[in-house]
């Protein structure tokens, strides 16, 4: 039975917040054009008020980043007893919080960079390991914040005065190519390299309109392709994702085979915007963007 009334949640408290505007007004238009009725609904802290006083039959969440895809809001939805698309509350949040999900993907025998967990407090001018390395935000995505340090005349925070929580993942730095894999139901959709205009494939790359080239399907040897896409299904199900997920992986090609192969991270709430991964690589294996998210409220589900 089709689904009558969609709320698509949107904008959100998060650094993420225009993007989720883009991907949830886009969602939004694609489900009207697929005769749904839809309500558009800018997430904030009345959220389980808004969402009681309309009472939709499924939720689209296209919230990113904290507040929307670490489990807060899925916790809200499962009170409410309200299927919502995407994974549920325990996987968005292990998904979100980068050293317990690269734990999990080292327990699942997968490819991890080297890395050390620290308090923002112990990062002063001492370098916390050998240059090349990247600093992340434990709990952020999009590449909010992130900065790579690659020479030992810089001092490791730069002149930036860090606002993304006490927690930071000081991982070694992987050189070569940016990769990435959609996986929906399971199953992995295509494989896309992504080559940034210039610097690296930071929030901006990822968000303007002529910051990065997407090649789909990537130009990389076959066995390559299908080690990615098996690297991509594993940590989907190591961390109990549903629905439509995204596994980032960078490739250092001067390795032989498929070694240079290292999974950074799964987004658990991938990118829905005309510039996104994920529905590029369904529209390359002829799943148009209407079908995609009509696919996606219909497999929606509630972990209550």
Same mark, same amino acid.
């Given at each position: ?8 949640? %949107?904008?959100? %408290? ?11 007004? /886009? ?15 800018? /997430? ?11 009472? &939709? ?37 292990? /998904? %979100?919080?980068? +050293? ?27 370098? =916390? ?32 005065? #860090?606002?993304?929580? +006490? ?28 080559? +940034? ?23 990389? &040897? ?28 960078? #490739? ?21 915007? =005309?510039?996104?991964?994920? +529905? ?10 209407? &079908?995609?998210?009509? #696919?996606?409220?219909?497999?929606? /589900?509630?972990?209550?």
């Amino acid at each position: 039975m089709t689904t009558q009334h969609v709320a698509v949640l %949107m904008g959100g %408290m998060s650094a993420e917040r225009e993007v989720s505007l883009t991907s949830g007004r /886009a969602c939004a238009e694609a489900l009207r054009g697929e005769g749904y009725r839809v309500t558009e609904i800018d /997430a904030g802290a009345d959220l389980g008020a808004k969402l009681a006083e309309i009472r &939709p039959d499924v939720v689209f969440n296209a919230l990113h980043g904290r507040f929307g895809e670490d489990g807060c809001v899925q916790g809200v939805m499962n009170l409410m007893r309200l299927p919502y698309t995407h994974s549920g509350l325990l996987a968005s949040a292990i /998904a %979100m919080d980068k +050293p317990v999900a690269k734990r999990l993907y080292a327990a699942a025998g997968l490819p991890v960079a080297e890395d050390r967990v620290m308090h923002i407090d112990e990062i002063g001018r001492e370098h =916390p390991m050998a240059v090349p390395y990247v600093l992340k935000p434990a709990q952020e995505g999009s590449s909010v914040g992130v900065r790579i340090v690659r020479d030992e005349s810089e001092t490791p925070l730069g002149n930036r005065s #860090w606002t993304h929580g +006490p927690v930071v993942l000081v991982e070694r730095y992987i050189p070569g190519r940016e990769l990435t894999v959609g996986v929906m139901d399971g199953r992995a959709l295509g494989l896309t390299e992504i080559r +940034p205009v210039q610097n690296f494939y930071d929030y901006e790359a990822k968000y303007t309109d002529g910051r990065a080239v997407h090649l789909v399907p990537a130009p990389v &040897p076959e066995d390559l392709a299908v080690r990615a896409k098996e690297i991509a299904e594993a940590a989907h199900r190591a961390l109990g994702c549903r629905g439509v997920s995204r596994a980032d992986l960078r #490739w250092d090609d001067t390795k032989p085979g498929t070694e240079g192969l290292i999974l950074l991270e799964v987004n658990t709430q991938p990118g829905m915007t =005309p510039l996104s991964l994920v +529905p590029e690589q369904a529209a390359a294996v002829g799943i148009a963007f209407g &079908p995609l998210v009509r #696919w996606m409220v219909e497999h929606a /589900a509630c972990d209550a």
